[in-house]
């Protein structure tokens, strides 16, 4: 790999007018593929390739070990006792406490594991995956969860505390499937809440006003999609920008504003990202950040609001984010 260009950059986001973005020193060496706030904002954890799992505190980077060296695409912080649950290829779990012991869970599935995220109160997580996989861990056993066979890509959780999941269109056999769920937790069932025709539903947030936010791909067209749901269905939100392919989408924080991350549907080491905004009156437009090589992966804004990481990987494959 040219040296010149590393496996993955760090962004640090301070202020939408002013597009203050700077550049965090990352170790060249470094995959990573997602990042996480601690519920008080004092410190952020990052994983990614090969097991790789690092604390971030102050501007500093501390190793944290993650008794993997399976690709972990995603981590969540219990916001009642600071513990993070990281997943990622193969089943594969890790619950780590706050004084960074890790142990690996068994999840009892093979299928690769793209998100955790845990209740708003740490009651829970709920795990999605690749073929339908769902998880909750209630932090003594995990229960499956029924209702999807395609793969799912994001989770967040409305005012409520009721989580949605999105996932892609077509699942076994390029068989049409829901792209919105909804979690019945006491069922253990992900109900179906809307079908996006053709398009994938890549990434969703929650923001103010009980807005989701949702950002996809057409897999006809190769084009980006936004929509916004009013509580009975998804409405299309116009995007300023053509041919790009977006991968996540994060709500600043007490705000009408969130940030959109893209990639693109070239090849592994082909092509960039950029970071689009986004607001309720204007929709998806105006390039905060461009680059040639990375492929923006997540945004995760601090809990105060005051910036967001944005995490690039450049070899990262859009489909499998």
């Known amino acids: 790999m040219n040296r010149s260009s590393p496996g993955s950059i760090i962004l640090r986001f301070a202020d939408r007018e002013q597009r203050t973005i700077n550049r965090l020193a990352l170790s060249p060496e470094s995959f990573i593929r997602w990042g996480a706030w601690s519920r008080d904002g004092k410190e952020a ?28 695409r995603c981590a969540s912080y219990n916001p009642d006792d600071s513990a993070i649950l990281a ?4 089943g594969t779990i890790i619950l780590t406490d706050k004084v960074g012991r890790a142990r690996k869970l068994d999840s009892k599935t093979a299928s690769n594991l793209r998100r955790a995220s845990w209740s708003p109160d740490g009651s829970y997580a709920i795990i999605v995956g690749n073929d339908g996989a769902a998880l909750v861990w209630d932090g003594l056993s995990f229960v499956e969860v029924n209702g999807a066979l395609n ?18 269109y077509f699942g076994p056999s390029m068989t049409p499937s829901p792209t ?48 916004k749901w009013n509580g009975q269905a998804l409405e299309s939100v116009k995007v300023d920008e053509a041919g790009v392919y977006p991968t996540s ?13 893209t990639g693109t549907s070239k090849p592994s080491g082909q ?12 929709g998806i437009k105006g390039r905060l950040f461009e680059d040639q090589k990375q492929r923006i992966v997540c945004v995760a804004w ?3 609001g005051d910036y967001a990481l944005i995490i690039g990987n450049r070899y990262a494959r859009t489909f499998s984010t």
């Not at 947030?205 to 980006?224: I, N, R, S, T």
């Not at 092509?271 to 309720?280: D, E, K, N, Q, R």
């Open 45 to 72: 954890v990052l994983v990614g390739s090969n097991g790789q799992m690092t604390r971030y505190h102050d501007d500093q980077f501390n190793d944290l070990t993650s008794q993997t060296n399976e690709n972990l």
């Open 87 to 90: 997943v990622g290829n193969k």
């Open 151 to 168: 793969n799912l890509r994001s989770i967040t959780w409305d005012q409520e505390g009721s989580a949605y999941v999105s996932g892609n």
């Open 180 to 227: 919105l769920y909804k979690l019945d937790y006491e069922a253990k069932l992900l109900q179906s809440v809307a079908i996006t025709e053709k398009t994938d539903i890549i990434s969703i947030d929650f923001g103010p006003e009980q807005q989701l936010l949702a950002v996809g791909y057409d897999l006809v067209w190769q084009e980006p999609r936004a929509y």
């Open 249 to 261: 989408v994060a709500w600043q924080p007490g705000n009408r504003f969130a940030l959109v991350g």
């Open 271 to 282: 092509g960039g990202g950029m970071v689009l905004g986004y607001t309720v009156e204007d």
């Open 302 to 304: 601090r809990p105060q």
